[in-house]
C-alpha cells in the first residue's frame, strides 16, 4: 500500500489575487478625483530597446490599462528621437502619463539616468525623476511639504513589494504607521538603483532590518537600534554573504536576472516567506515550498496594478482647476490617506 504524502504547509500566494485588490482600489479612487464627464487617464509607453522582458511587460500593461479603463498608447521610437519624443509628450494636455522601458543605453547608465530627467515630473508614472527618488531615500511623503497635499510618486516594482508584504500580514498593523517591519529580517537580492536598492530602503524606512546582496557583497540597511533613526542608514558587512543572511531573514526576496540562477535552499529558514521578482524563478519551486510559509513566485501583476495606481495619483496631484470645487480637493486628498 503505498503511503500518503504529508500534505504541504506552504501556501503559495499568486500576484493576481493581490493584484485584483489592488485594481477595484484604483478604480475607486479614480472614480473619486474625477469630474463626471472627464475621460480615462492615458498612458504613454515608449519603447526604444528591444528586451523582449520589456515589450512583454508592454503588452500585459496594455491589456491591464484596457481592461480598467485607462487608454494605453505604445509608441516604438529610436534611440535618436528619444529624447524629442518625450519632450512632445511632456507639451500634450491628452497625456498623463509617461513610461520609458529601460535599459536603452546599457553601456552608458549616465545616459539612462539623462532619459529619466526629461520626463516631466507631473507625468513621471514610475518616479524615477530625481526628487521622487530623493523623497524615497531620505522618507518623505509629500513632493509639497508642509501643506502636504501631492503625495510623491514610488518606483512601481519595490512599491508592489510593498502592497504583497502588507497583504501577507508581515506588516504588523499594532505597530504605528511607519515602523510596522520593526522586528523584521528580510533580505533582497539584487541591488540596481530601479529595483533592489529603493526596495531595500522602503523596507528600512518602515523599521525592517535589511541585508541588501548583490554580486559586490552585502550592505545592512536600518533605522538604527530600536529604529530611533527618521531615515535607514546603510554599512559594509564586510565578509558577508547568502550563508550569514538567509539563516537570520524571516522574509527573503530574490531579483536576479538569470535563468541558472537559484536561492540556496539549505539556507532558507524554516517557515521564511520567499518572493520572487525576478523574470527568470529565482526559487527552485518544488524545493521551497518544504521549507517556506509562504510562497510568491512572481510580482508582476501587482507590479502593473501599481503602475496604473501612480497614474491615478498623478491625475490627483494636478494643479487643480478653477471649476474644481473644494469638495474634489479634499477628496483627492482624502484617498490616499492611506500612505
Ligand atoms: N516583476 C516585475 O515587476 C519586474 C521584474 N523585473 C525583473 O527583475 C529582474 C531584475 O531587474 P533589474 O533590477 O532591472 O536588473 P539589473 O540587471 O539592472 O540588476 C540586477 C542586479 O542583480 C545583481 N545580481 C546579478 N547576479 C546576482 C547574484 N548572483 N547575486 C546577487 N545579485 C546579483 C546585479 O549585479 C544587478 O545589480 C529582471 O529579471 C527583470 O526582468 C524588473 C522590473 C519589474
Ligand atoms: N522603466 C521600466 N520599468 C520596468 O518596470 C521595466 C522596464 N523599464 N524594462 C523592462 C523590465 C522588465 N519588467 C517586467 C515586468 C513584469 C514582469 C512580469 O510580469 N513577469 C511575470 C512572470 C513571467 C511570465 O508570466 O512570463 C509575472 O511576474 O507574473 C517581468 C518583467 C519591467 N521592466
Not at 485594481?23 to 479612487?29: N, Q, R
Not at 480615462?40 to 484596457?66: G, H, M, R
Not at 523574470?279 to 496604473?308: C, H, Q, R
Amino acid at each position: 500500500m503505498s503511503s500518503q504524502a504529508a500534505p504541504k504547509t506552504c501556501k503559495v500566494i499568486t500576484a493576481e489575487t493581490i493584484a485584483k485588490k489592488l485594481l477595484l482600489e484604483v478604480k475607486e479612487t479614480l472614480a473619486k478625483i474625477q469630474e463626471t464627464g472627464s475621460s480615462a487617464p492615458t498612458l504613454v509607453a515608449f519603447l526604444a530597446n528591444e528586451d523582449p522582458a520589456a515589450i512583454k511587460y508592454a503588452e500585459w500593461s496594455k491589456k491591464t490599462c484596457e481592461e480598467n479603463g485607462f487608454n494605453f498608447e505604445l509608441r516604438i521610437v529610436d534611440k535618436d528621437l528619444l529624447e524629442e519624443d518625450i519632450m512632445k509628450a511632456n507639451e500634450d494636455d491628452a497625456v498623463d502619463g509617461i513610461i520609458v522601458y529601460y535599459p536603452i543605453f546599457p553601456k552608458n547608465p549616465t545616459h539612462d539616468k539623462y532619459v529619466q530627467e526629461t520626463v516631466d515630473l507631473s507625468k513621471d508614472v514610475e518616479g524615477l525623476r530625481h526628487s521622487y527618488l530623493h523623497n524615497m531615500y531620505h522618507n518623505i511623503r509629500f513632493l509639497d511639504a508642509p501643506e502636504n497635499k501631492k503625495k510623491s510618486i514610488l518606483p512601481c516594482t519595490p512599491l508592489a513589494v510593498v502592497k504583497i508584504l502588507e497583504h501577507l500580514q508581515i506588516y504588523n498593523p499594532i505597530l504605528a504607521y511607519g515602523n510596522r517591519l520593526f522586528g523584521k529580517t528580510i533580505t533582497v537580492i539584487n541591488r540596481s538603483e530601479v529595483n533592489g536598492r529603493p526596495l531595500a530602503a522602503l523596507l528600512a524606512n518602515d523599521g525592517a532590518t535589511v541585508y541588501s546582496v548583490d554580486i559586490t557583497g552585502v550592505q545592512l540597511f536600518t533605522r538604527g537600534q530600536g529604529i530611533k533613526k527618521p531615515r535607514h542608514q546603510v554599512e559594509e558587512k564586510e565578509g558577508w554573504g547568502l550563508e550569514q543572511c538567509l539563516p537570520l531573514s524571516d522574509v527573503i526576496i530574490g531579483g536576479v536576472p538569470a535563468e541558472s540562477y537559484k536561492v540556496p535552499t539549505e539556507l532558507i529558514r524554516d517557515g521564511a516567506v520567499c518572493i520572487n521578482f525576478s523574470s527568470f524563478k529565482n526559487f527552485d519551486g518544488d524545493a521551497v515550498k518544504e521549507k517556506a510559509s509562504i510562497y510568491v513566485p512572481s510580482v508582476g501583476k501587482v507590479t502593473i496594478a501599481i503602475l496604473l495606481r501612480n497614474l491615478v495619483r498623478l491625475v490627483a496631484n494636478r494643479p487643480s482647476k478653477e471649476t474644481l470645487d473644494k469638495s474634489t480637493i479634499q477628496a483627492r486628498t482624502e484617498a490616499f490617506a492611506d500612505d
